[in-house]
């Protein structure tokens, strides 16, 4: 049994849930969210109260009954108090800027690296070390915020790159010999 999929969600006040086959549609404060969920999972809406049941116990139908029950379960979230992500730059130099609705980085390159916010993302730049990525989509904040990291990944020597907030990064010796 799956302890995940088996818990039913509370749907909070002021969210709107549309059930339409497997298209189930989430609106709320801060915006709709759709997704279409596979056809082996019955998703039963009881006044305010979300099920996601599964047909039996095939390994496959096993993992989507935890997955989809997850996947509602953020969209409920995201639409009334959102995601967010937050990056470190680090470096001699390095630092990100707001301008408009780009982010601007530079990261010791020849050029400035300019980055467009897709659509339902907003960057935040408190301070030039701190980038904070915001929206209501779990999965496109994660993927910006790592689309962002791979301008310039952290390196084990000297820890200079962008890095996520609560990552540690593993130093590592320089070479033995002359100091």
Do not use: C, W
Not at 65 to 88: A, D, P, S, V, Y
Not at 127 to 147: R, Y
């Amino acid at each position: 049994m799956s302890r995940i999929g088996n818990k039913p969600i509370t749907v909070p006040e002021g969210v709107e849930i549309k059930l339409d086959g497997q298209n189930l549609t989430v609106k709320g404060p801060k915006g709709t969210l759709t997704k279409e969920f596979h056809k082996n999972m019955k998703i039963v809406v009881d006044g305010n109260v979300l099920k996601v049941e599964r047909p039996d116990d095939e390994p496959a139908n096993r993992s989507l009954h935890g997955l989809t029950r997850t996947l509602i379960n953020n969209m409920i979230e995201g639409t009334t108090k959102g995601f967010e992500r937050k990056l470190e730059v680090n470096g001699v130099g390095y630092r990100a800027q707001k301008q408009g609705t780009k982010l601007v980085l530079t990261l010791g390159y020849s050029h400035p690296v300019e980055m467009e916010a897709p659509e339902g993302i907003t960057f935040d730049v408190p301070n030039p070390n701190e980038i904070i990525v915001k929206g209501m989509d779990k999965e496109l904040v994660g993927q910006t915020a790592a689309v962002i990291r791979t301008k310039r990944p952290p390196e084990v020597y000297r820890g200079k790159g962008i890095k996520y907030a609560e990552e540690v990064i593993r130093r590592k010796e320089g070479k033995a010999g002359k100091k």
